[in-house]
């Protein structure tokens, strides 16, 4: 089960993950990026400081806004993820797709600079 807080801080869309994604929750996942970008942010920071679990689908959802950001010059971040989520991401070699940061502050710095 997920829960799925957004706020807006620095003219950016935070997007607080809370609990766990999986193949159901994704869908919430989904919609929250989709809501944000359709109220017209260009820099979107997903705090995971907070999510416990995700799924390939709950990635896929990261994965599937790639080339749509790229397309529109929205820029993402993610931050805050704990070992075991942050080892998923990296099995699956997403430390080369998304950018990813350690905590709010690096986020803050890295969707600055990109």
């Known amino acids: 089960m997920i829960h799925i ?10 997007i607080a993950l809370i609990g766990e994604i999986d193949a159901s929750s994704s869908i919430e996942l989904d919609l929250a990026i989709a809501k944000s970008v359709g109220e017209g942010f260009n820099k979107i920071l997903i705090d995971c400081s907070s999510l416990e679990y995700i799924s ?4 896929g959802v990261f994965m599937s806004y790639i080339e749509e950001f790229k397309d529109k010059n929205i820029k993402m971040v993610l931050f805050g993820m704990n070992e075991k989520v942050a080892n ?9 797709l998304l950018t990813i940061g350690k905590d709010k ?6 969707i600055n600079e990109l």
């Open 105 to 110: 502050v690096q986020a803050k710095k890295l």
């Open 56 to 59: 390939s689908a709950g990635l």
């Open 88 to 96: 998923t991401f990296e099995i699956l070699g997403l430390y080369e």
């Open 5 to 14: 807080k957004r706020l807006q801080e620095d003219g950016a869309d935070v």
